[in-house]
């Protein structure tokens, strides 16, 4: 559910602000480096750090399961895995503007209870 719902904002350099929506305001979002803060000026920082080098990214999510939060909250959390296809604005040290990462990732969905919807409280994501 979340992999749906993150991938295709992720994959748009234009939908900043919906990219943001995804999260809830004391989201703990770490992407390959530091944590954010909790707040939208620290994921607009992450999300433009994202898009520094990289002209597009296309995701494929291989799998998806169930986990536990480590809280026993009343969170829906999941480990997400699979592999992201990035065209760089510049050749890279071997020359190529191509490159493809492995990642998995771990989520934590929480509902809004102003919208009832479910938005990321806390996602943490590592490449291989």
Not at 53 to 73: E, G, I, L, M, Q
Request: aromatic share 10%.
């Amino acid at each position: 559910m979340a992999s749906c719902l993150y991938k295709s904002p992720s994959e748009d350099s234009l939908r900043a602000d919906e990219w943001v929506k995804l999260f809830t305001k004391d989201a703990f979002v770490n992407i390959g480096g530091g944590p954010s803060t909790p707040d939208d000026t620290s994921l607009q920082a992450i999300r433009k750090s994202m898009w520094k080098d990289v002209k597009t990214r296309k995701h494929t999510v291989t799998r998806v399961f169930p986990a536990t939060p480590p809280d026993n909250s009343n969170d829906l959390a999941f480990a997400t895995f699979g592999s992201v296809k990035l065209e760089l604005r510049a050749a890279d040290s071997d020359g190529s503007t191509h490159r493809e990462k492995d990642w998995s990732a771990y989520g934590q969905l929480r509902k809004d209870q102003e919208e009832g919807v479910y938005r990321l409280a806390h996602y943490h994501v590592y490449f291989g």
